[in-house]
């Protein structure tokens, strides 16, 4: 039997707005995060995290649950969702599952395969290899799981090479060897945008983000937390080589801050197409295309939740 609906799509696709329409509208809806960066605190404006107003005005669950210099896997997602999602029912309300991290929407769906735990001393290898270096490598080694994840999601593209490297098994093989059924509790609804409109979306965001004191969170946090692996997801790492005048190899960039939302938009429109691909793979239930469907998108999870 289906107990909760996960809503994903692409990065600013609009999936917040959503959820918080519906749950106002129901009254006894509770949002469960699936967005790896707001699962951390002071991560705040270049995570997107819904507002303080948002979540005093609908219960919100998973959002500042792990520090900056923690390692929040997605093993610990699928342990505090289930618990979250158990003390939510007990109450006699209901879990709407919000959020666009693929490898944690993968856990949640198929569950995890096992795998080698991680190695300081490997990881210490690749410290000075780039991203992109690294992404790379792994092109070469395990093409189909280089596929799978963003050039500069550095932590999952260092997780891969590590299992590699000590189980001696692609990363890709492991989980082709996971349950093909998906988890019947749950299912899959995205909601997507035609490209130009998200692209502006993306733009305008970005834009907001910046005016709303971006680049101060992030020197903050550097200063505060240097060795957090969070400050090297999309759009902080930008903003960092922003800020130490880094430029990109292979391509010449605008000067000063239009330059800057020109490689995070960049960024998130590579993340887009990932994520969609993610989508593909985990093979969703349900697609909108918003705003064409959004009055029958939320007809339908008001209905399901009724």
């Given at each position: 039997?289906?107990?909760?609906?996960?809503?994903t799509?692409?990065?600013?696709?609009?999936k917040?707005?959503v959820a918080?329409e519906?749950?106002?509208?129901l009254g006894?809806l509770?949002?469960?995060?699936?967005?790896?960066?707001?699962?951390?605190?002071?991560?705040?404006?270049g995570s997107?995290?819904?507002?303080?107003?948002?979540?005093s005005?609908?219960?919100?669950?998973?959002?500042?649950?792990?520090n900056?210099?923690?390692?929040?896997?997605?093993?610990?997602?699928?342990?505090?969702?289930?618990r979250t999602?158990?003390?939510?029912?007990?109450?006699g309300k209901?879990?709407?599952i919000?959020?666009?991290s693929?490898?944690?929407l993968?856990a949640?769906?198929?569950?995890?395969?096992d795998?080698?735990?991680t190695?300081?001393e490997?990881?210490?290898?690749?410290e000075?290899?780039?991203?992109?270096d690294l992404?790379?490598?792994?092109?070469?080694?395990?093409?189909?799981?280089?596929?799978r994840?963003a050039?500069q999601d550095?932590?999952r593209?260092i997780?891969?090479?590590?299992i590699?490297?000590?189980s001696?098994?692609?990363?890709?093989?492991?989980?082709?060897?996971?349950?093909?059924?998906?988890?019947?509790?749950?299912?899959l609804?995205?909601?997507?945008r035609?490209?130009?409109d998200?692209e502006a979306?993306?733009?305008?965001?970005?834009r907001?983000?910046?005016?709303?004191g971006w680049l101060e969170?992030?020197?903050q946090?550097?200063?505060r937390?240097?060795?957090s692996?969070?400050?090297h997801?999309?759009?902080y790492?930008?903003v960092?080589d922003?800020?130490?005048?880094?430029?990109?190899?292979?391509?010449?960039i605008?000067?000063?801050?239009e330059?800057?939302?020109d490689?995070?938009?960049?960024?998130h429109?590579?993340l887009?197409k990932?994520?969609?691909t993610w989508f593909k793979?985990?093979?969703?239930?349900?697609?909108f295309l918003l705003?064409r469907?959004?009055i029958?998108?939320k007809?339908?999870l008001?209905?399901?939740?009724q």
């Amino acid at each position: 039997m289906v107990q909760s609906i996960v809503l994903t799509g692409p990065t600013a696709s609009g999936k917040t707005g959503v959820a918080l329409e519906v749950a106002a509208s129901l009254g006894n809806l509770e949002i469960i995060n699936a967005d790896s960066v707001c699962f951390y605190r002071h991560f705040d404006i270049g995570s997107a995290k819904p507002t303080e107003q948002e979540r005093s005005s609908i219960p919100h669950h998973l959002i500042d649950v792990a520090n900056p210099e923690e390692t929040y896997h997605a093993a610990r997602f699928l342990e505090d969702c289930t618990r979250t999602l158990g003390e939510i029912h007990s109450r006699g309300k209901r879990a709407l599952i919000v959020g666009g991290s693929g490898f944690y929407l993968k856990a949640l769906r198929f569950g995890l395969w096992d795998a080698p735990p991680t190695s300081p001393e490997f990881r210490k290898t690749l410290e000075s290899l780039s991203s992109s270096d690294l992404h790379s490598r792994l092109l070469v080694e395990d093409p189909v799981q280089a596929s799978r994840i963003a050039p500069q999601d550095r932590y999952r593209i260092i997780r891969a090479l590590e299992i590699l490297a000590l189980s001696g098994k692609k990363p890709s093989e492991l989980e082709a060897s996971m349950p093909s059924e998906p988890d019947p509790r749950f299912q899959l609804w995205v909601i997507d945008r035609e490209a130009e409109d998200l692209e502006a979306r993306i733009r305008s965001r970005i834009r907001g983000m910046i005016n709303a004191g971006w680049l101060e969170e992030t020197s903050q946090l550097r200063s505060r937390y240097p060795e957090s692996k969070t400050l090297h997801s999309l759009g902080y790492q930008q903003v960092l080589d922003h800020l130490d005048g880094i430029s990109p190899s292979g391509r010449k960039i605008k000067p000063g801050m239009e330059g800057l939302e020109d490689e995070i938009g960049l960024a998130h429109r590579q993340l887009a197409k990932q994520q969609r691909t993610w989508f593909k793979n985990l093979g969703f239930d349900r697609h909108f295309l918003l705003d064409r469907d959004r009055i029958s998108l939320k007809e339908a999870l008001m209905g399901f939740y009724q």
